[in-house]
């Protein structure tokens, strides 16, 4: 439990100031939705809770520098398991499954762990959270283009003229596809109540956009 909490505190620190999507408080459900898929699927509960904690510390540094936030969030994780005296198949393990868990590089993950994270991350960007997330991190990438000129290549719909056509591109590019990447028996339930809801909320907001 002290290499856990020690995790958390460094990576809090690192995303105290982040303004997208990728704060703290995601960090914290995804290692909630791990812990309940784990415990219907299985898996190792440390290199899964160290993953969860792990996978997007990186993401200050791609704001900062470009390149690819897992990249630089699996050497970050590394780095501090090394200097915490982290067996080194441990360390192997939880770096793997942070290189392989995002939903846009399509990475297949090469252990239950891995796909574990894989799909607690996904199913964060399910739901209301979801919708919540979606235009939070819009509004926060195209902030960072005003301020500094950087744009992320991956997240080109948030840069659209009209932000309602850039939203309506990011739903199905993602959140709709998201289901048939899921790994688990147990993410594929919980997803499937949470793009319910965003079913409701796109219709709804259908007929408060139209111009009929």
Do not use: W
């Amino acid at each position: 439990m002290v290499l856990i909490e020690k995790t958390r505190k460094f990576v809090a620190d690192v995303l105290a100031d982040e303004p997208s999507s990728h704060e703290m408080s995601h960090i914290e459900r995804v290692e909630s939705s791990c812990m309940v898929i784990q415990s219907e699927e299985g898996g190792d509960i440390q290199v899964i809770r160290l993953a969860a904690l792990l996978h997007d510390v990186g993401v200050v540094k791609e704001h900062r520098e470009g390149g690819d936030h897992a990249v630089h969030s699996a050497e970050m994780a590394y780095d501090l398991l090394m200097k915490e005296g982290v067996e080194s198949s441990v360390i192997d393990h939880v770096v793997s499954c942070i290189r392989t868990h995002r939903f846009s590089r399509g990475h297949k993950a090469g252990s239950l762990e891995g796909q574990i994270l894989q799909d607690a991350d996904r199913i964060d960007a399910l739901g209301a959270i979801g919708i919540f997330r979606a235009v939070m991190s819009m509004g926060a990438l195209r902030s960072l283009k005003h301020s500094s000129g950087i744009e992320k290549s991956s997240s080109r719909n948030a840069y659209a003229a009209d932000p309602l056509d850039g939203f309506a591109e990011y739903m199905e590019m993602k959140p709709f596809k998201i289901m048939g990447g899921l790994n688990t028996t147990t993410a594929k339930r919980i997803a499937a109540d949470r793009l319910r809801i965003m079913h409701q909320y796109l219709d709804a907001l259908e007929v408060e956009t139209s111009n009929k």
